[in-house]
């Protein structure tokens, strides 16, 4: 009987340390050079780009939905990265302490890039910065869609549920 | 002849009618564009149109509003864009179009306060049914547009940002708008004529 408790005890932990597995995210200050860089990896792995700011409310509202999908998809090969254009100065002040209130579980990164105009072009044409905005790339699918507004979970959910099948 | 005729005139009629269903959307300003005159609420209480400013020679047109933080990191330079250039004859015009149903900070009696408190030298209207944005093609706040007076029409000379630094204005390298209005009050022909203006979004009336 005490074995099987053990027994149990020792699945149970199994379990929760499964799914709380920490995935080795990434919170950092980066330039666009950088940015780009993520942006033109070549492999079979969809890659979501979130443009966002605590700044911003309507991406605040959307943000835990999109941590939802980033555990749904989690098994998929889909990657959410959190592109941050927060202000520097509130880098440790500001934007840490929201994401580990909010248990975030992928990379995010604050863009230090203040002027807009000589980057913005490069992530897409048509892009007037607007926030929240969301970029989905599969370079080895020739996949770039800009999507410049809000996504609700099921909205974001059915757009991504044909790259993984 | 009779069924020539009448066929010629269905075809235009069919003609005009897929032109007017194919219709873009308007799309708002780009430079060379005449602009339209409004006719807004200022803080005070008082309607005010562009023509009633008879010896302007043009416009410094801002989107902006009370929340944004942009607009907020703005704000300073808005108010010496109009210290600037008011005297010269290109005052600021500051129109808050965002919906305050959305946006409650946004109200009218918000935006009076904010004139108020930070004693602004030009006149801060509001936009309530949100057309002036629209017709403009407005969708960020700030967003400016700078307007000269060129044969009784208000054209349009520049779009876009402020400076390319929200953050830090003393490390702003590039002033777009202080450069557009330099170059008309030299007679010049503006260099840069548009930027994306970065900020937050306009908040629109929810459909209902």
Redesign the interface.
């Given at each position: 009987m005490m074995k099987l408790k053990k027994a149990i005890f020792f699945v149970c932990l199994f379990v929760v340390f499964g799914l709380f597995k920490s995935q080795a995210q990434t919170f950092a200050v980066i330039k666009f050079s950088q940015l780009k860089e993520m942006m033109e990896r070549r492999n079979d792995t969809t890659y979501v780009f979130n443009f966002w700011a605590t700044w911003c409310g309507p991406c605040v509202k959307e943000f835990p939905d999109f941590q939802k999908l980033s555990r749904a998809y989690q098994n998929k090969k889909i990657r959410f990265v959190f592109i941050s254009l927060d202000f520097k100065k509130d880098f440790e002040t500001v934007l840490l302490p929201f994401l580990k209130k909010n248990y975030v579980i992928d990379d995010v990164f604050l863009l230090d890039e203040p002027d807009y105009n000589s980057w913005i072009d490069k992530v897409e044409k048509s892009w007037m910065g607007d926030l929240p905005s969301t970029l989905i790339i599969n370079n080895g699918h020739q996949l770039k869609k800009m999507y410049p507004h809000e996504f609700t979970y099921e909205e974001l959910d059915a757009v991504l549920k044909p790259l993984v099948k | 002849m009779k069924t020539k005729q009448f066929l010629t005139g269905s075809l235009f009629v069919a003609a005009a009618f897929v032109l007017n269903s194919f219709t873009p959307v308007v799309e708002g300003y780009k430079a060379g564009d005449k602009a339209i005159d409004f006719k807004l609420k200022n803080t005070d209480g008082k309607m005010v149109s562009l023509s009633d400013y008879k010896s302007a020679k043009g416009f410094i047109v801002t989107f902006t509003c009370n929340h944004c933080?942009f607009a907020k990191m703005y704000e300073e330079r808005i108010m010496a864009l109009d210290k600037k250039y008011a005297s010269k004859g290109y005052p600021v015009m500051a129109i808050n179009s965002n919906d305050p149903a959305v946006s409650p900070d946004d109200s009218y009696e918000n935006m009076i306060s904010r004139a108020k408190d930070r004693s602004y030298s030009f006149p801060y209207l509001f936009d309530a049914t949100q057309e002036i944005a629209k017709a403009y093609g407005a969708?960020?706040t700030p967003h400016l547009y700078v307007l000269a007076k060129e044969n009784g029409a208000l054209v349009v000379k520049y779009i876009?940002?402020i400076d390319?630094?929200?953050?830090?204005a003393t490390?702003a390298?590039?002033h777009y708008v202080e450069d557009a209005v330099d170059e008309l009050l030299a007679n010049k022909s503006v260099t840069v004529t548009q930027?994306?203006?970065?900020g937050?979004?306009i908040k629109w009336k929810k459909s209902t």
């Open positions: - | 933080p969708t960020n876009g940002a390319d630094n929200a953050q830090d490390k390298t590039k930027t994306k203006a970065i937050c979004t």
